[in-house]
């Protein structure tokens, strides 16, 4: 699939109708989630025919775009009910099989397949610190080949110095700065919009050290 269709596609799904401050909900661009799993797979082969999971998967956008570039398997997770309700019916409006999973990331016991790819947009971590942490900790525990994760790019020496010494990631590579929109979706935004600089992450856990699956 080509980056202008994925994005097309991606830019029909819905998203949050009642989005709650404390979990830091935002949905996550197609322009960005396009992007974030083309390289993913046309740089790194590591989408198609893989097991992906999207943690924090909000209205599964970046689950979405992991189907559409040809995962063998999709698991959105997620802590709310209502961004999975969303999910659920943009992966049927799109004929996709994703398997969705109400769960908090930070009591995450994995019973399921090995998942080879972990995709997520985790919360900043500024309405709870740490949060982003929580995140990246899981998700270097449950993929067995690779992690795709935005973060501040204001915070990159701390998120590189936590992946590798705090989390055992065999790497942690910055792959591109991309440009988050944020629209004014809480009563705290003084603007109408802002745009936020991101850092696109790929970590590879230990484990899968010279592991070419």
Known sequence: MKLKQLESMLGELQQFSNPKAELEQYPTGPHIASRMLYTAENS???VNNKIVADFGCGCGTLGAAASLMGA???IGIDIDSESLEIASLNAEDLELDINFIQ???RNLVWRGPIVDTVVMNPPFGTRRNGADMDFLSAAL?????AVYSLHKTSTREHVKKAALRGFGASSAEVLCELRFDVPKLYKFHKKREMDIAVDLWRFAPKTNQGNDN
């Open 44 to 46: 790194l082969g590591d």
């Open 72 to 74: 063998e398997q999709v």
């Open 103 to 105: 769960c908090d990331i």
């Open 141 to 145: 525990k449950i993929a067995s080949r």
